[in-house]
């Protein structure tokens, strides 16, 4: 398995702020995801995290609002721009070492917007 | 696009089995997941289908009908830190090979 980190795991955050979120694999992996939890709910697909191109972002999440960066294969961040209330979740990225292989995930990082 | 559905709650007690399902509908299906997630933490991988049958993993076994779209995970001699949420996510490899995750199912084991 893969061990992930996340930084920061959590933070408070003023409105029309922006946040990046460090994602950190303890191995190289060919995939990494981006995915919200919203409080109560299940995980929803931010995007994936492609190596040396941009990501592939899921339908109603547009990389303006989360630009994500993934220079090598243990290492990605998502920003989360210009923030809203709405925007409070728990971010959490994930990896897998091949398309075939399971994904595991990091801690996750707790955001609050005021 | 894939609909993914699983109960909301269920309960049980310590000792005892329990079933929680899963159905899904999909195309180009690449893998359906369980995973045991406690309140406030990450998800913790449990099982992976991707061939019809059961897969056996201590306490944890699941099982996967593809011709059903249909899956669940039995959980036997429950413990009370069984209590969390657990999971249902497929694999599409038309979407990138990222996991859809169902509502999941809070299970809660009373003594």
């Known amino acids: 398995s893969a061990v992930i980190s996340q930084k920061p795991s959590r933070d408070i955050c003023q409105r029309g702020t922006s946040l990046t979120i460090q994602c950190q694999v303890d191995?190289?992996?060919?995939?990494m995801f981006w995915y919200r939890q919203q409080p109560g709910q299940s995980l929803t697909l931010i995007a994936t995290?492609?190596?040396?191109?941009?990501?592939?972002?899921e339908s109603g999440f547009v990389i303006d609002k989360f630009p994500i960066s993934r220079p090598n294969l243990t290492f990605s961040t998502l920003t989360v721009s210009n923030m809203s209330p709405e925007d409070s979740s728990i971010y959490l990225c994930?990896?897998?070492?091949?398309?075939?292989?399971?994904?595991?995930f990091g801690p996750g990082t707790r955001l609050l917007v005021l | 696009g894939q609909n993914i559905d699983q109960p909301t709650e269920m309960t049980a007690t310590e000792g005892a089995i329990v079933q929680i399902n899963c159905t899904y509908q999909?195309?180009?299906?690449?893998?359906l997941f369980w995973y045991q997630q406690h309140a406030g933490e990450a998800p913790t991988f449990l099982s992976y289908?991707?061939?019809?049958g059961l897969e056996e993993k201590g306490r944890f076994s699941s099982f996967l009908s593809r011709s059903k779209g249909y899956s669940y995970l039995l959980l036997k001699e429950l413990q009370m830190k069984d209590s969390a949420s657990y999971l249902c996510a497929v694999r599409e490899g038309a979407s990138g090979y990222a996991l859809n995750f169902g509502k999941g199912t809070s299970l809660l084991v009373t003594p």
């Open positions: 994930s990896g897998a070492r091949s398309q075939q292989e399971t994904q595991y």
């Open positions: 289908n991707v061939l019809d």
């Open positions: 995290a492609n190596q040396g191109s941009e990501a592939t972002y």
């Open positions: 191995s190289q992996v060919t995939m």
């Open positions: 999909t195309s180009g299906f690449n893998g």
